[in-house]
């Protein structure tokens, strides 16, 4: 708007539009598989329709198509796709290199590599699981193996303790379809539904699943129990309930840490530190002295509060659901020196109702978070 004219001495008004941020997305997945994009170049495609995967990518004999039909039929709106050169390891490796340039992925899913080995899916589930760590901002949903053998769905979950995964079992049927699909796809759209319906700290949990005739095999509440110990990572299962339909039963991780052990905690936690990472990064370089620390401190202390205020953190004050704490005490001598500002964050997430504490560190290279 232009600036008002004033007609007489005194105080004009000049009337600003701020530039709206730009929205931290979450429930993104990027899905790797085997198919071949109809171009030439070999890049990460964008899609926001079913119909895209048919627009850009040649038709599979995998799970791939399978599974970006489901996460769209169950309330995904974006998603990415990577084609895999074939279902090796090393072509795994590269794909998932070659995503780390996707800024709104938070959620990984790889369908095809089901076509393998149990041991040759288990080691290339143990390379996504390292990757999502590394990354510090991504989730994997994983497939558990096509078995209703309880022995070897525990040694599948034994062998992928990760707080950044969890495994989901049965398989689907659906329609036009020979043959059971890994339930990954439908999966990560229930996530991308619950984010917009509650947000990343509501539990992506019974909830029924679109586009489902029916699962592989059944489990009881007693075989889910034993896949779910306590103090251990859990199998989250399909199950179906009369007149309920088929829902996703479980909101466990792979991780064997109790405070890490529900999927809608540790999504709170990442989201945390993608937030951290994009609003906080015009801070470094900052000279690290206290100008710098009230500051960080002011931007996490209101971000901690509007998570509060949305029901993602216990607690009928602000006080009681966190804490942020960045002065010369987080911030010694020695750490200033090798040119690091840290700062404190304590939140008491809904689920487990214990503080949870983690680490914003800054350095040249960006913000991590501990």
């Given at each position: 708007m232009p600036t008002l004219e004033p007609k007489i001495p005194g105080v004009s008004l000049n009337y600003v539009v701020p530039t709206p941020e730009a929205e931290l997305l979450t429930?993104?997945?990027?899905?790797?598989?085997?198919?071949t994009l109809k171009t030439d170049i070999n890049e990460a495609k964008r899609l926001t329709l079913a119909t895209h995967f048919q627009q850009y990518f040649e038709q599979t004999t995998g799970y791939l198509a399978d599974a970006i039909a489901g996460f769209f039929e169950n309330g995904g709106r974006l998603c990415y796709v990577i084609a895999l050169a074939d279902n090796t390891l090393d072509a795994l490796q590269a794909g998932l290199e070659a995503s780390e340039i996707l800024e709104n992925v938070d959620l990984v899913c790889v369908p095809d590599i089901m076509l393998n080995s149990d041991g040759e899916v288990i080691k290339m589930q143990q390379t996504i699981l390292e990757h999502c760590e590394r990354?510090?901002?991504r989730f994997a949903i994983l497939d558990a193996?096509?078995?209703?053998?309880?022995?070897?769905?525990?040694?599948q979950r034994l062998k992928l303790a990760s707080r950044n995964g969890a495994l989901y079992a049965p398989w689907l049927k659906v329609e036009n379809r020979s043959v059971d699909i890994p339930p990954c796809g439908h999966i990560a759209g229930i996530y991308a539904s619950c984010d917009r319906a509650v947000g990343v700290h509501g539990a992506p949990a019974n909830i029924p699943l679109a586009g489902v005739l029916d699962i592989s095999f059944s489990l009881t509440a007693t075989e889910q129990e034993q896949l779910n110990p306590i103090a251990s990572g859990g199998v989250n299962c399909i199950r179906s309930f009369p007149a309920r339909g088929m829902r996703v039963w479980g909101v466990r991780t792979l991780s064997p840490i109790l405070e890490w052990q529900y999927v809608n905690v540790r999504r709170l936690f990442l989201t945390f530190g993608r937030w951290a990472n994009r609003n906080l990064a015009n801070t470094v370089f900052e000279p690290n002295t206290f100008p710098l620390w009230v500051r960080?401190?002011?931007e996490l202390s209101v971000y901690c509060e509007s998570l509060w205020r949305q029901g993602a953190l216990q607690g009928g004050l602000p006080q009681e659901a966190f804490y942020v704490k960045c002065d010369a005490e987080t911030n010694p001598p020695e750490n200033r020196e090798i040119g690091q500002v840290v700062a404190?964050?304590?939140?008491?997430?809904?689920i487990p109702g214990e503080f949870i504490q983690l680490l914003l560190v800054q350095s040249s290279t960006g913000i991590s978070v501990v």
């Open positions: 429930g993104v997945p990027v899905f790797f598989g085997l198919t990354m510090g901002d193996l096509n078995s209703g053998d309880l022995i070897v769905l525990n040694q960080l401190q002011r404190e964050v304590g939140l008491a997430p809904t």
